[in-house]
């Protein structure tokens, strides 16, 4: 079992930053992969970033030179600084890992970029 909660939402202006925080708890030593994912109103949620344990990321073409996806040492927290944010990143942000064929979201944080 694995728990994960997210923080850092909040409202801000357009172009400002903001940087969302995802702490793991449980069974952390079998967390590999970790993952943004994203959920505007009336829309899919759509996958944002990942990071292995090795640190490889990757990023939503929409996304890419303003977001960085990170992880402390301990592996225990990611991160994503969200930079020159845009009203259409507007989203309730989830943080995710998959283990084996187990899926675990934390409750989400909501961001809203005001224009």
């Known amino acids: 079992q694995v728990q994960l909660v997210e923080s850092g939402g909040g409202l801000v202006q357009a172009g400002g930053p903001l940087r969302l925080s995802c702490v793991a708890s449980?069974?952390?030593?079998?967390?590999?992969?970790m993952a943004w994912y994203r959920q505007a109103p009336g829309k899919q949620r759509e996958l944002v970033a990942t990071?292995?344990?090795?640190?490889?990321?990757d990023y939503v073409d929409s996304v890419k030179g303003r977001f960085t996806i990170s992880r402390d040492n301990a592996k225990t927290t990611m991160f994503l600084q969200m930079n020159s944010l845009k009203p259409e990143d507007t989203a309730v942000y989830y943080c995710?890992?998959?283990?084996?064929?187990?899926?675990?979201w934390g409750q989400g944080t909501q961001v809203t970029v005001s224009s």
């Open positions: 995710n890992t998959n283990i084996r064929t187990t899926s675990y």
């Open positions: 449980g069974n952390i030593f079998s967390i590999n992969t």
């Open positions: 990071i292995t344990r090795g640190g490889t990321t």
